[in-house]
């Protein structure tokens, strides 16, 4: 009960209404989209960002500009930033489901074991040089990382799911304790190999480990949209049910809820989300543990307003994080995860301080 306590009882600092806060997320994301295209070699102005967006549907806005930025933001920029902003909104999200699933503010997506199988499939593929799919040629070639990943995560889960089903019913408890052994049995067997990789394979493995955005271009974009949007839309469907969660289980059954269905939903959206994310920009850390505590003390618990919450800001930090990574060492570019975690760590240390401030 602790747990749900800490869940439904955190103070609230800003006490915004939920609607004033998701417009001025939304806002937000909107000038951090049009700062982090601008930015780079190529300067763009944020008049000269619109003026090209709009010709594109054929409207002339007056504000000059040259082919090579028009290039440089439809071929290069837009791709990289929407494809943060999908990360991050996805992330974000599928971190404050497994926090209201398991009634406990320190879950985050990688719970299941999603981030930890993805990164061993990826570590496998590198070390055995792409054996697996590479034979094949063509399509499974070229995508043979991000396939590896996406099945890994996707059979780390599934393994998870089976461990915590007890008599016909998914236990949380389980739940937990599974993810979190198949994840320490993960990193081991992960260990392993990169322990025998060459020096390029372990070059390799380190920067996909680190994150990064890449690999963003249009036809990767759509192909990570394809899965995360509709599991987000899954998600944003069980607010009202996890919200029930924060009560307890049997709280949450005597109000007609199945925990079991919702539990299994919210997974299976979950690893869809880690698995694609996980798969196209490598392992991308404190983004779905923050920003939801940092929604959850702006507007409190009610996954109406967390969910969608948590989707803007994350968004907003994986857009400012890659815009970081990509200028502060320019022309270099430091790793997304290192990033995410420099900034998301004194945060939740922050947050911890907080919280133990509240419960003193």
Not at 40 to 47: E, R, S
Not at 172 to 177: A, Q, W
Not at 256 to 281: E, K, Q, W, Y
Request: aromatic share 6%.
């Amino acid at each position: 009960m602790a747990a749900v306590n800490i869940l439904a009882t955190r103070p609230q600092v800003l006490r915004l209404p939920g609607h004033w806060l998701i417009g001025g997320l939304a806002g937000a994301l909107c000038g951090i989209v049009l700062l982090a295209v601008g930015i780079g070699a190529v300067a763009i102005t944020p008049a000269q960002s619109l003026s090209i967006l709009a010709e594109l549907i054929g409207l002339d806005v007056g504000v000059p500009f040259t082919e090579q930025q028009q290039a440089v933001l439809l071929t290069i920029r837009l791709p990289r930033v929407l494809f943060g902003a999908l990360v991050g909104a996805g992330l974000a999200m599928a971190g404050a489901a497994m926090q209201g699933v398991f009634r406990n503010p320190l879950a985050d997506p990688g719970i299941i074991g999603v981030s930890s199988g993805a990164a061993l499939a990826a570590v496998l593929c590198i070390r055995t040089n792409g054996w697996l799919f590479g034979k094949a040629g063509g399509t499974l070639a070229v995508y043979q990382l991000p396939i590896a990943a996406f099945l890994g995560g996707s059979l780390a889960a599934f393994i998870v799911y089976r461990l915590a089903r007890r008599e016909g019913t998914l236990s949380v408890g389980l739940l937990l304790l599974a993810g979190i052994a198949l994840a320490m049995l993960a990193e081991a067997l992960r260990g392993a190999l990169i322990f025998a990789a060459t020096d390029d394979q372990l070059r390799s493995v380190t920067f996909w480990s680190l994150g990064s955005l890449g690999a963003a271009s249009w036809v990767n974009l759509s192909m990570v949209a394809a899965l995360v949007l509709p599991a987000m839309m899954w998600l944003g469907r069980l607010a009202r049910p996890l919200d029930a969660l924060l009560l307890g289980e049997a709280e949450a059954r005597h109000l007609g809820f199945d925990v079991t269905t919702v539990t299994r939903l919210a997974m299976l959206a979950a690893t869809l989300i880690v698995g694609a994310t996980v798969a196209f920009a490598g392992i991308i850390g404190f983004i779905g543990l923050v920003a939801p505590h940092l929604i959850r003390l702006a507007a409190g618990p009610s996954h109406r307003t967390l969910l969608p919450g948590a989707a803007l800001l994350g968004a907003c930090l994986v857009v400012l994080a890659d815009l970081l990574a990509r200028t502060v060492v320019s022309p270099a570019e430091m790793p997304l995860g290192v990033v995410t975690a420099s900034l998301g760590a004194p945060c939740f240390l922050w947050l911890l301080l907080q919280e133990r401030g509240f419960r003193s």
